[in-house]
């Protein structure tokens, strides 16, 4: 059993970064691909960035490419998400998940909360 909290979310104009991050409870945290996935209003959850259970492999949606970076510590049972050069586009609930097949599934064993990123021209 994994318990995810995400947490990090907020509002910030066009141009700007936002950093969220994912405490996960469970000893179990290092032995599971994590990833990043959002969804806008009236829009299908989609994967954003997954990142393998070493950390040595990532994986990002075209959409945010050269923008977004996944990162985990497992020291800490963290994950986090660099967001950079944000756009309205980006407005969206992201939420973090466990179990997450590679190289971008849509589905997880494990789903956190969520947390609200709006992004304002």
């Known amino acids: 059993q994994v318990q995810l909290v995400e947490s990090g979310g907020g509002s910030v104009q066009a141009g700007g970064s936002l950093r969220l991050s994912c405490a996960a409870s469970g000893r179990t945290f290092s032995s599971y691909n994590m990833g990043w996935f959002r969804q806008a209003a009236g829009k299908e959850r989609e994967p954003v960035a997954t990142?393998?259970?070493?950390?040595?492999?990532?994986y990002y949606a075209d959409s945010v490419k050269g923008r977004f970076t996944i990162s985990r510590d497992n020291a800490k049972n963290t994950v986090y998400l660099q967001m950079n050069s944000l756009k309205p586009d980006d407005t969206a609930v992201y939420y973090c998940?466990?179990?997450?097949?590679?190289?971008?599934?849509?589905?997880?064993?494990?789903w956190g909360q969520g947390t609200q990123v709006t992004v304002s021209s």
């Open positions: 998940a466990a179990g997450v097949p590679l190289p971008l599934g849509r589905s997880a064993g494990y």
């Open positions: 990142i393998s259970w070493s950390g040595t492999r990532t």
